[in-house]
């Protein structure tokens, strides 16, 4: 049986190698936006498969619906399987360049023969890509820079890096004269798990952009600068990472913060509310419509923020995390959406290492950091026997770590300190699916995160076998980052995912959004199914040192996009009613 998953990266790979063969763009657009609408399906799509009814599907002609029921009977695509013979592998590594669009991508490879990053490298250096018409030097001196900086860096970041790279300019953007606002913009704005180049939006009249920008490109991080105009200049950073800066006068800053958010799919659903309504939207502002079909770009309608574009569409606002295309147009034209959780209603820290296992810091040190914090209890969950790897725990280990945390809760109360450790476990799920101790010491924890971290590569029925026979498991509160991916480092593993979600709804189990930057897992794309079943999640940093405990904000950001609302998250319940939660008296 085919998954959403399967389905989906297959039209993706579609889409970008019809870029590649020079076909018609929009009948490629197509393809992605197929992809996009399975990813986001809260249901099997072999449903729609076995019911040959793939069309009711919004964005899912006949012909793309013929080709998803070809591959769920044959295994195969064969238009994919033209355009794999037609288009060589190593083009589909030129997307990443910056600069080098499809089209050049087509007339360098056909004009001088080459398919791969190297060859492509040796041609820019040689002058045979400076000799093309439309390139010229100029050209391959940014595509050899390009090259330079992907085999050095990659060509994405994780959002951890891009936040960190962002804030310096953020600072010093907002404290020169003449700057009224100044946003991230793009995907960094949107909260993706991993980011290319970084958007930043300035609000300021004209007369202050040339200042603006010497500041900009002045900045100690900067190592180049790619680009410098008259509404926009591009840097590169001493990490290789790509920086862009756009100046728009007030006036215009709600609409070009709107469109420089949103992905292209919500920009274009929005579009077409616009002219619905007898008006038109693009990055300058919300227009009327003329007699003869053309915007007045002479009266802009008036609006002090991106709230108010969406009303006079409308609809109620969408919060920049959703502004993905994942159908969240349709959802807040209906009402304001869900009540996303935000990063200060979390109480308690849950999934936390100490120097028992493999973190770095005491049970009190982490105590007291999360105290520091403002928060109300911690989650202790050091590694269980079987990672050895990581200092994994003896049962008699254990049984002292109990009372260490019992000593510590005793000494708190004497302080006259409201504040909570609860004595868990982060148990490997072994490899058919049962847990690291005997039952009679699973008992005895308050709360168990089951985790695998072993044998990723399973086959998908194994390994959702696997997982299903730890969330049936009494012991198990919490299911630790389900995936095991290392975002730009491992593939996460192959499992039912709609699956388990049902699953741990059924039975009151939590599966985490693991903060740490490197996992955000559970992956945001199944936020509709796990809205849609009820599930739970709890938001754990997966901390082992003590800066780890702030990573959480990075899980709130991917909660938000999962659209999780506060309810849904348990460790934004107060210390008793956690207590209440995990020990099964209360959903």
């Not at 904000?553 to 609302?565: D, H, N, S, T």
Request: proline residues 4%.
């Amino acid at each position: 049986m085919v998954t959403n998953q399967d389905v989906a990266v297959r039209l993706r790979e579609i889409y970008k190698l019809m870029q590649l063969a020079g076909m018609n763009r929009f009948r490629a657009i197509a393809f992605d936006r197929a992809a996009r609408t399975i990813e986001a399906l809260p249901e099997p799509v072999s449903d729609y498969i076995e019911e040959r009814s793939l069309t009711d599907l919004k964005g899912i002609g006949k012909s793309i619906a013929e080709d998803i029921y070809h591959y769920a009977e044959n295994g195969h695509i064969p238009v994919l399987d033209e355009l794999r013979e037609t288009v060589p592998d190593g083009l589909i590594e030129w997307l990443d360049i910056s600069g080098l669009g499809p089209k050049n991508i087509v007339k360098i490879h056909k004009e001088l023969g080459i398919e791969t990053m190297a060859e492509l490298k040796e041609a820019c250096e040689d002058g045979r890509v400076a000799s093309l018409q439309g390139l010229g030097e100029k050209s391959a001196e940014k595509i050899l820079r390009s090259i330079s900086w992907l085999e050095q860096f990659g060509q994405r970041i994780l959002l951890s890096e891009a936040m960190w790279i962002s804030a310096p300019f953020r600072a010093v953007l907002s404290k020169l004269n003449g700057v009224q606002r100044v946003d991230v913009a793009g995907s960094l704005r949107r909260k993706r798990e991993t980011i290319g180049d970084i958007d930043l939006l300035v609000a300021a009249e004209k007369e202050f952009a040339e200042e603006i920008f010497d500041h900009f490109t002045g900045q100690e991080q900067v190592t180049e600068v790619l680009g410098r105009g008259e509404t926009k200049s591009s840097v590169r950073t001493g990490g290789g990472r790509q920086v862009d800066l756009r100046i728009v006068s007030p006036e215009e800053y709600p609409a070009a913060l709107l469109y420089f958010t949103g992905s292209k799919e919500h920009n274009v659903a929005l579009r077409q509310r616009a002219r619905s309504r007898s008006l038109t939207l693009n990055e300058y502002g919300l227009f009327p419509v003329k007699d003869d079909g053309e915007p007045d770009r002479t009266r802009p309608l008036a609006v002090k923020g991106e709230e108010e574009i969406y009303q006079k569409l409308g609809m109620n606002p969408v919060p920049p995390e959703l502004r993905e295309g994942y159908g969240e147009v349709e959802e807040f034209e209906e009402g304001p959406g869900p009540a996303l959780v935000t990063v200060d209603q979390i109480r308690g820290v849950i999934h936390a290492h100490s120097v028992w296992s493999d973190g770095k810091q005491t049970i009190e040190e982490m105590a007291r950091a999360c105290m520091e914090r403002g928060y109300h209890y911690l989650g202790i969950s050091d590694h269980s026997k079987s990672a050895a790897y990581a200092g994994g725990l003896s049962e008699d280990e254990v049984k002292k770590q109990w009372d260490e945390v019992d000593t510590l809760n005793e000494k708190f109360r004497d302080e006259g300190t409201e504040f909570t450790i609860f004595k868990g476990m982060e148990s490997d799920i072994l490899s058919d699916g049962s847990l690291d101790y005997p039952e009679a010491l699973l008992e005895g924890f308050d709360f168990v995160i089951a985790s695998v971290h072993s044998a990723l590569d399973m086959s998908r029925d194994r390994m959702t076998r696997r997982f299903r026979n730890a969330i049936e498991h009494p012991a198990v509160r919490i299911v630790g980052h389900p995936t095991g991916r290392l975002l730009l480092r491992r593939e996460e593993s192959d499992l039912e995912m709609d699956e388990l979600i049902e699953l741990a709804a059924e039975h009151n189990t939590a599966i985490e959004i693991n903060a740490n930057p490197w996992r955000l897992d559970l992956d945001w794309r199944h936020g509709v199914k796990a809205r849609e079943a009820g599930l739970l999640t709890s938001i754990n940093p997966d901390a082992h040192t003590i800066d780890g405990i702030d990573d959480i904000r990075f899980g709130v950001a991917i909660a938000r996009k999962g659209r999780f609302e506060t309810k849904r998250v348990v460790n934004t319940r107060s210390a008793e009613e956690f207590a209440s939660w995990i020990s099964g008296t209360t959903n």
